[in-house]
Every structure is written in C-alpha cells, then in structure tokens.
C-alpha cells in the first residue's frame, strides 16, 4: 500500500542555517504530497503541496520539489529561523484522493 | 477567527468506560476528519464525512463510532476505552471531498485511559 517515510529526529539547528528533511514516498500511480507543520500548543496546518511531478511547493521560505524519479519530496529550507522550531509531517493522497497517510513527524529545534 | 475547535484538550477516562471527543468548526466546511496519533508515531485516518455520508477507513475498529448532527459539529465515541487507545485525537476539516484538498487541524485532544 500507500506509504510515507521521513527522516528521523530530532534535528537541531543554529538560527540562519540550512535545513533538510528528507521524505521518501511509496505509492502507485501520482499521489498528491504535502508538508504539515505543527508549532508547539497548535493544530497541524498546511506548510506547502504538491499535486504532480516536478511540481515545486513554497511557503513562508520552505520548498520541496516533487521528484517522481527519486519518489522524493524533501522539504528545504535556505536560513531557519527559531520560529521555525515545530513538527514537521510528510503527507501523501494517493491517486484516487481516497486515502490519506502521513509521516511520522520530524522535531526541529531552532537554537539562536 | 474562523477555526477548528476540539473540547476538552485533556480527557482522561476509564477503562472500559465511554468516553466521548467533540469537534466544531467555524469554517463552514463540508468534509470532517478524525485521526489517532500515538506517541512518535504518525495520524491515522480514523473515519471522516462528506456532508452527511459517513466514510469508515477499513481498518478502524468497531469500538470508535462517530456522529455528525450538523455542518459544524463532530463527535468521537469511543464505547469501550482500552490502554492502547490512549493517544492525541485529531480533527480536521476541508472544503471539498477528496484527501487532496488542505485540511485545516484543530489542536487535538489528548486521551488517557486508566
């Protein structure tokens, strides 16, 4: 079946340095891909998407490129911040918009 | 703010006693999700509806059940809590119907069971 894989955490990182959170994806067909993120006391809420291959979604400085050749969709990040310090989810929709899987979640910690 | 909103934050329930998670949304959406989350692990879609129609995923045993009685409110019933039912329980919701359109989280409800 459909499934999502990411990197493990927790991760920390100094402010203003590059992040990557790698996120691997098994699924059939062109499964829709998400990034979710979720700041401490809060709900998840939408990062950035992308429905097809080589699709690049951005939000807020992050970015992940839809790689269907790779199965990929890593999220990036040029310069984080301390308020980037969340849980970040890998997410897929598989073809059909039927089903629905995340990740397990990446802690990152920002220190300044 | 229009908003996802889960009551209570913290539940905390005994073994084998019902225990009931509300949802309401201001958001006027049509599509209401619930998800367990254990700990480090990922969401799991439970159930979710479409207006009215209620989506049950396959593997979501017999003891949760879920009411919708109108567009804004969602309920989770757990019948018969179990030790491997404690978790965060989540609601979301979207606009249209398909898991491809964002969904919008409410901030979770963390159940422990005694």
């Known amino acids: 079946g459909d499934s999502v894989t990411q990197m493990e955490g927790p991760v920390t990182l100094s402010e203003e340095a590059f992040l990557t959170i790698n996120c691997t994806y098994t699924?059939?067909?062109?499964?829709?891909l998400f990034w979710y993120v979720q700041y401490p006391g809060e709900g998840l809420q939408l990062l950035l998407k992308?429905?097809?291959?080589?699709d690049k979604g951005s939000n807020k400085g992050f970015e992940a490129t839809y790689r269907k050749e790779t199965t990929s969709f890593h999220l990036e990040k040029g310069s984080v911040q301390v308020s980037d310090s969340a849980v970040y989810f890998c997410a897929l929709s598989s073809n059909t918009g039927n089903q629905f899987y995340f990740g397990t979640g990446t802690s990152l910690t920002v220190i300044p | 703010d229009a908003m996802v909103i889960q009551n209570p934050r913290y539940q905390v329930t005994q073994f084998g006693k019902p225990v009931t998670l509300s949802c309401s949304q201001t958001l006027n959406h049509n599509v209401m999700y619930w998800y367990q989350q254990k700990s480090s692990q990922a969401p799991k879609l439970l159930f979710h509806y479409y207006d009215k129609d209620f989506n049950n995923e396959a593997d979501t045993p017999d003891n949760f059940q879920s009411r919708r009685p109108n567009t804004s409110f969602c309920f989770l019933d757990i019948r018969s809590p179990g030790l491997g039912d404690a978790a965060m329980y989540l609601c979301a919701t979207s606009r249209r119907q398909g898991l491809t359109d964002t969904q919008y989280f409410g901030p979770g409800t963390r159940l422990t069971v005694l």
């Open positions: 699924a059939t067909g062109y499964p829709s």
């Open positions: 992308a429905t097809k291959a080589d």
